[in-house]
């Protein structure tokens, strides 16, 4: 399945570097025994999502139905953009006493970005997958 889709290394290096940064909120917690289960497995659930329906978008392939995408497209673009709302709020509100985590918070959007634009094409450039 993997070589039909033939994914390109900067490709596998980011969805790496996603399982990373997912990996790492999960220490996170793990260690200041914070959080719930959906707090601490939801970067990977995301993740997951992402990936299914870029492999699903190469590969011309329907996983699942349209609704459970269209509804994940819409659930991670709610979420990103509510992160970057609070985030720059944290950011203006608190200003030099921000730490590293509303700094996160602000530039971890942007790496859904890629993710995001293939599930658009996956869910809305695609309806022929769907018939």
Not at 42 to 68: D, E, M, P, Q, T
Not at 88 to 116: H, K, Q, R, S, W
Request: hydrophobic share 60%; charged share 10%.
């Amino acid at each position: 399945m993997f070589a039909k889709a033939n994914i390109k290394p900067y490709e596998w290096m980011y969805f790496a570097l996603l399982l990373v940064l997912a990996f790492a909120q999960l220490i996170s917690k793990l260690v200041s025994e914070t959080g719930g289960f959906a707090s601490r497995y939801s970067g990977f659930l995301a993740i997951g999502l992402v990936f299914i329906a870029f492999l699903g978008n190469r590969c011309h392939k329907a996983f699942l139905y349209r609704w459970v995408w269209l509804v994940s497209f819409w659930l991670l673009a709610i979420s990103v953009t509510a992160s970057l709302v609070f985030s720059t709020y944290l950011l203006a509100v608190n200003g030099e006493d921000a730490d590293i985590y509303a700094g996160a918070l602000f530039v971890m959007p942007f790496l859904f970005v890629p993710g995001l634009w293939q599930l658009y094409q996956y869910v809305w450039k695609r309806k022929a997958l769907w018939q």
